[in-house]
C-alpha cells in the first residue's frame, strides 16, 4: 500500500508563486500515474496536473502555462511548481497515485476513481 505525505502548502498574493511537494512510500508499481488534484470551497475535486511512469505530464486547461509537474524518481518525490497564481487557485491540494494508469486519465478525472490520496495541503492566494 502506497502512503502519500504533502507539504509546501500556503498563503500568498496573487501573481506569487508556490512549490508542493509530495514523498510517497510502500509499494510502487512498474506503471503507474502521479499527481495534484485540488477542491475550492464549495467545488468538486479536480485533476490539476499529472505525471507517469513514461514521463508523460498532462495539466488541467486552467492551469497551463502556469503550473509544472515533475518528479524525481530516487526520492520517491513529486513536486507541482505554481507560477502566476490566481485567488481561483485556492483550495486543498491533495497529491494521488494509482496504479497501471496514464497521466491523461487522471487528470480527466473523476476523483472517485482515484485509488491513493494523501491528507492535502493548503493553498490560499488573496487578491
Known amino acids: 500500500q502506497v502512503q502519500l505525505v504533502e507539504s509546501g502548502g500556503g498563503s500568498v498574493q496573487a501573481g506569487g508563486s508556490l512549490r508542493l511537494s509530495c514523498v510517497a512510500s510502500?509499494?510502487?508499481?512498474?506503471?503507474?500515474?502521479m499527481g495534484w488534484f485540488r477542491q475550492g470551497r464549495g467545488k468538486e475535486r479536480e485533476g490539476v496536473a499529472a505525471?507517469?511512469?513514461?514521463?508523460?505530464?498532462r495539466y488541467a486547461d486552467s492551469v497551463k502555462g502556469r503550473f509544472t509537474i515533475s518528479q524525481d524518481n530516487a526520492k520517491n518525490a513529486l513536486h507541482l511548481e505554481m507560477n502566476s497564481l490566481k485567488p481561483e487557485d485556492t483550495g486543498m491540494y491533495y497529491c494521488?497515485?494509482?496504479?497501471?494508469?496514464?497521466?491523461?486519465?487522471?487528470?480527466?478525472?473523476?476523483?472517485?476513481?482515484?485509488?491513493?490520496w494523501g491528507q492535502g495541503t493548503q493553498v490560499t492566494v488573496s487578491s
Open positions: 494521488v497515485y494509482d496504479q497501471f494508469c496514464q497521466a491523461e486519465w487522471m487528470v480527466a478525472g473523476p476523483a472517485a476513481r482515484i485509488s491513493t
Open positions: 510502500g509499494y510502487i508499481f512498474s506503471r503507474y500515474c
Open positions: 505525471i507517469d511512469s513514461d514521463g508523460s505530464t
